[in-house]
């Protein structure tokens, strides 16, 4: 499985949904948040904006409800639930086996549409945040996936180009955001399914 990735001078990862099996428990704490200020979040939706902040996101939803809600406020209720509830998310064993076998050799980065602080808890809650030489989240960078930036980012950090790296991602406007950064993407979802 390694050979695979022999080729390349770096490699970025997303983390929700790619390194920890965190979307399902992302979507347990969205959806009871939103519910109580009357917004529904289908499950469709949620993980069609799987890569999109949190703020956006919530910003999104209440004007699509005709809501005026605070931002920040809802997004830390909704922070607090999916960290009490965290423990519930696996490392993504298939993922993290590639960022194993390539530790040390190569510079690896993460690359999220989460803030740096919730990517940090995550990945020491699966055992491998110090395995990563940049950690770039959504407060890092000022436009966000499907635009390329965070991606361009951990690149610039772990001083590789662009298209030197490959990229693991989970969702649509992940692998849109890394092709736009001119990355090669391996879509997650497919190495999950064999």
Same mark, same amino acid.
Request: proline fraction near 3%.
């Given at each position: 499985? #390694?050979?695979? =990735?022999?080729?390349? &001078?770096?490699?970025? *990862?997303? $983390?929700?949904? !790619?390194?920890?099996?965190?979307?399902?428990?992302?979507?347990?704490?969205?959806?009871?948040?939103?519910?109580?200020?009357?917004?529904? =979040?289908?499950?469709?939706?949620?993980?069609?904006?799987?890569?999109?902040?949190?703020? %956006?996101?919530?910003?999104?939803? +209440?004007?699509?409800?005709?809501? %005026?809600?605070?931002?920040? +406020?809802?997004?830390?209720?909704? %922070?607090?639930?999916?960290?009490? #509830?965290?423990?519930? +998310?696996?490392?993504? &064993?298939?993922? /993290?086996?590639?960022?194993?076998? #390539?530790?040390?050799?190569?510079?690896?980065?993460?690359?999220? @549409? !989460?803030? @740096?602080?919730?990517?940090?808890?995550?990945?020491?809650?699966? @055992?491998?945040?110090?395995? *990563?030489?940049?950690?770039?989240?959504?407060? !890092?960078?000022?436009?966000?996936?499907?635009?390329?930036?965070?991606?361009?980012?951990?690149?610039?950090?772990?001083? /590789?180009?662009?298209?030197?790296? $490959?990229?693991?991602?989970?969702?649509?406007?992940?692998?849109?955001?890394?092709?736009?950064? @001119?990355?090669?993407? /391996?879509?997650?979802? %497919?190495?999950?399914?064999?």
């Amino acid at each position: 499985m #390694n050979s695979k =990735f022999e080729k390349y &001078d770096g490699l970025i *990862f997303d $983390c929700d949904g !790619t390194l920890i099996d965190s979307m399902p428990v992302h979507y347990v704490a969205w959806k009871a948040t939103m519910l109580k200020y009357g917004i529904h =979040f289908s499950e469709a939706r949620f993980y069609a904006l799987g890569g999109v902040p949190v703020f %956006e996101i919530i910003k999104t939803l +209440a004007e699509d409800a005709g809501k %005026e809600l605070d931002i920040e +406020a809802v997004a830390d209720e909704k %922070e607090k639930m999916f960290i009490a #509830n965290m423990h519930e +998310a696996q490392a993504i &064993d298939e993922v /993290v086996a590639i960022a194993r076998a #390539n530790l040390g050799k190569k510079p690896m980065a993460v690359a999220s @549409g !989460t803030a @740096g602080w919730a990517l940090e808890l995550e990945l020491k809650h699966i @055992g491998i945040y110090d395995w *990563f030489d940049a950690i770039v989240g959504s407060d !890092t960078v000022k436009k966000h996936k499907p635009e390329p930036d965070v991606f361009l980012e951990a690149a610039r950090q772990i001083s /590789v180009e662009p298209a030197r790296c $490959c990229a693991f991602e989970d969702s649509d406007m992940g692998i849109q955001a890394a092709q736009a950064a @001119g990355m090669d993407v /391996v879509d997650v979802r %497919e190495l999950r399914k064999g």
